[in-house]
């Protein structure tokens, strides 16, 4: 979303055919800046979803927020070019990533970033934890653009991978995200199981 100025050149001449007046305009709306450092100032605490699961009443909040930023990105396009990134996850209510995230101590080791790769021309989507210093488990998709906002995605593979050794699993499942509101810094993203996600661009790419 962007606002624009008019901005007359100091140096035009005040008649009335002046040359035609530069234009400026600012990445985001006052109003969006506002609602997005309102979300990322509720999440921030959350320790990526893990405490919001014990707190409905935080969730609900959040959850309003997301709203407010899916009513700022309603007649956007999200699904082109600019959804190619490695996404790393802030927040989420996704259950099955929040428990892996919760319970890699009791493997000695801990959950590092958790990312979403996703390479709209190539049509995949990578779905990772990392586990510091070697290990990883991701999730590999094929992806299709099914809307302006939605991309519907069925899982391929899954693979365990640590230093020296690598387990491959069966693929399963299938389904559709929406990213309700996407910029250069952040995307939020709703999905088929009512889930939410909070993502920001990762400042490094990650490969396989």
């Known amino acids: 979303m962007a606002t624009c100025l008019l901005i007359p050149s100091p140096h035009a001449p005040k008649f009335r055919h002046s040359p035609t007046p530069k234009i400026t305009c600012s990445s985001l709306t006052a109003q969006s800046q506002s609602a997005k450092r309102r979300l990322l100032s509720l ?7 893990l405490k919001t699961q014990k707190d409905p009443a935080k969730r609900a909040s959040i959850v309003e927020a997301i709203d407010a930023m899916a009513v700022l990105g309603q007649d956007t396009v999200t699904t082109g070019g600019s959804l190619s990134a ?49 290990g990883v488990f991701f999730v ?17 593979s899954a693979v365990l991978r640590g230093k020296n050794w690598e387990i491959p699993l069966p693929p399963f499942g299938q389904g559709w ?32």
Do not use: C, H
């Open 43 to 49: 999440i921030s605490d959350q320790d990526r979803g």
């Open 86 to 134: 490695t996404w790393r996850l802030l927040w989420t209510t996704e259950k099955e990533q929040l428990f892996i995230v919760e319970n890699a101590r009791l493997f000695g080791t801990q959950a590092g970033d958790v990312l979403q790769v996703i390479d709209i021309e190539k049509l995949t989507l990578n779905n990772v934890i990392t586990f510091p210093p070697d």
């Open 140 to 156: 590999r998709s094929g992806i299709e653009v099914a809307s302006p906002q939605r991309v519907n995605f069925r899982f391929t």
């Open 177 to 208: 995200f929406e990213s309700v509101y996407l910029d250069d810094e952040l995307r939020v993203v709703k999905d088929i199981r009512g889930d939410y996600l909070v993502v920001d661009r990762a400042p490094y790419d990650w490969k396989e």
